[in-house]
């Protein structure tokens, strides 16, 4: 076995910038900000649950948010800057 194969990878042991990581100290959060990630964590592990139970809703839920959401939510600030423009222009 090559030396520079230990661990996880190839020449990992080389790698300046893992090796400033490895050095970092290693600080408990307080308990706010821990009660915080575990919250965050629980729903996202919750979200992926609901999802494998229902696979059909992750194709429907891409379609919202990234062709839905931002149409409606373009139209509505495109609808409310022309009411807004208009109505400034009425005022001269």
């Avoid at 965050?40 to 891409?62: D, G, I, K, V």
């Amino acid at each position: 076995m090559d030396p520079k194969d230990k661990d996880m990878g190839v020449g990992l042991d080389n790698d300046p910038l893992l090796r400033q990581l490895a050095e970092l100290p290693a600080e408990r959060p307080d308990d706010l900000t821990y009660a915080r990630v575990r919250r965050r964590a629980l729903a996202a592990l919750a979200e992926e649950r609901r999802m494998t139970q229902h696979p059909w809703l992750r194709p429907a839920q891409t379609v919202w948010q990234r062709a839905i959401m931002p149409t409606l939510l373009a139209g509505t600030i495109g609808a409310y800057l022309t009411w807004a423009v208009q109505y400034s222009a009425n005022l001269y």
